[in-house]
Every structure is written in structure tokens, then in C-alpha cells.
């Protein structure tokens, strides 16, 4: 049973352009958000993550905006650049005691056109 | 940099095998994870970790067990390999998320044959 859903496997933006990526879910317990990028080969590095608490957090590029009533997040990159494209991965943690585990969507692959 | 250190980067084993997979990080982490990555289902948990000699079974635990003797060292092991165990393999530790996320290896391409 996927708590967390990318329902777009791939996604083709022009360098310079903005890239929309987005994940749902379906535990509203889940008080923690994070984006993966993964080049082949590689393990994921961290991107940007959101608490429950907010709506939207920004680095440089790279927004991720949620909406908790919707239980829908989505990752924004502005200007999209070649370097960009890689598997992106959305995540979801529940803060409990013992371990938090991090649930996974299935990913996006994003290839950003020069 | 906190690093997450995979023993190999490519194995090929043949079926019946017991497998091990080495995974080490030197940041002295509480929660330590193995996923496996398969093209269209993303990364799946197959056993994790909050301590030493603690370990918690993920979505996927069928066919795989681990051992975790030091806090720096998680260790996954295929009992007797099997064909759809080819995948690609990754170990994370951190501390819980929070605004950093955990922190993954280079991962182990395993093929089973």
C-alpha cells in the first residue's frame, strides 16, 4: 500500500523554465516532508524538506510547498538547468519514538532539454 | 561531510548464495536503513535499525535478515539469494529527519544469476 504517490514518472521542461514536480499522500500523520534527487548510479542526496507546520520553504532554486488539507506536496525549480535532471524522489516521516522511518514515492525522472 | 560507505559497488552471485552487504557511516547515527531500489517502485524498505542490536523489520523483510553488533555498521544478508533479488541496494543512516533527511550510500548493484 504506496502512503506516498508520484503519479508522474517523467517529466521533459526547456532549460530556463520552471519544473513542477508533485507527490501526494495518504497518512495525515505524516509531519515531515523531504525531496531526493538521484543520478544513476548513486545513491539519493537530500534536497529540501518541509514540516507539517509550514506551507512553503525555499533554497535558492529549488520550493517546496504543502498543502496538509489536500495532502499534496510539490517541488519547484526556477530556472530549471541540464544539471537538474535526475530521479526525484518525495518522502514522508512520521516523528515517533525508537526510529523514523522514511516512506518513499516511486519518483520522477525530470530531464531539463538545453 | 557525513559519509555513508557501501562495501561494494557491483556484486554478482549465484543463487542459493548467502550474501553479505557491508554498510558503514562515520557520523555515529542512531537509526541506520537498508532500501532496495527497483525500477517503478521507487525505494522500499526491507529492514531498519534505531540502535545497536536493534532492528525492525520494513515493508519487504521476506528473504533478507541483519545484524547490527556496532552503532557504525548495519549489514544485510541474503539468506539464500534468489534471481528477483537482483536490485540495487542502498543503506541510509541519520539521525530522525528532521531538516536534513538521512543520508544514503552509493548503493550495491546486486545480480543474481
Known amino acids: 500500500d504506496q502512503q506516498v504517490k508520484q503519479n508522474s514518472p517523467s517529466l521533459s521542461v526547456q532549460e530556463g523554465r520552471i519544473s513542477i514536480l508533485n507527490c501526494d499522500y495518504t497518512?495525515?500523520?505524516?509531519?515531515?516532508f523531504l525531496w531526493y534527487k538521484k543520478y544513476p548510479a548513486e545513491g539519493p542526496t537530500f534536497l529540501i524538506s518541509i514540516s507539517s507546520i509550514k506551507d512553503k520553504n525555499e533554497d535558492g532554486r529549488f520550493t517546496v510547498f504543502l498543502n496538509k488539507s489536500a495532502k499534496h506536496l510539490s517541488l519547484h525549480i526556477v530556472p530549471s538547468q541540464p544539471g537538474d535532471s535526475a530521479v526525484y524522489f518525495c518522502?514522508?516521516?512520521?516523528?515517533?519514538?525508537?526510529?523514523?522511518?522514511?516512506?518513499f514515492g516511486t519518483g520522477t525522472r525530470l530531464t531539463v532539454i538545453p | 561531510d557525513v559519509k555513508v560507505t557501501q562495501s561494494s559497488r557491483y556484486l554478482v552471485k549465484r543463487t542459493g548464495e548467502k550474501v553479505f552487504l557491508e554498510c558503514v557511516q562515520d557520523?555515529?547515527?542512531?537509526?541506520m536503513f537498508w532500501y532496495r531500489q527497483d525500477p517503478g517502485l521507487g525505494l522500499r524498505l526491507i529492514y531498519f535499525?534505531?540502535?545497536?542490536?536493534?532492528?525492525e523489520k520494513g515493508d519487504i523483510p521476506e528473504g533478507y535478515s541483519v545484524s547490527r553488533e556496532k552503532k557504525e555498521r548495519f549489514s544485510l544478508i541474503l539468506e539464500s539469494a534468489s534471481t528477483n533479488q537482483t536490485s540495487m541496494y542502498l543503506c541510509?543512516?541519520?539521525?530522525?529527519?528532521?531538516?536534513?533527511?538521512?543520508?544514503f550510500g552509493s548503493g550495491t548493484r546486486l545480480t543474481v544469476v
Open positions: 535499525s534505531y540502535d545497536v542490536k536493534m532492528k
Open positions: 541510509a543512516s541519520g539521525f530522525p529527519p528532521g531538516t536534513y533527511g538521512y543520508t
Open positions: 557520523m555515529d547515527h542512531e537509526n
Open positions: 497518512n495525515s500523520m505524516f509531519d515531515y
Open positions: 518522502a514522508a516521516s512520521r516523528s515517533q519514538t525508537g526510529a523514523n522511518n522514511l516512506f
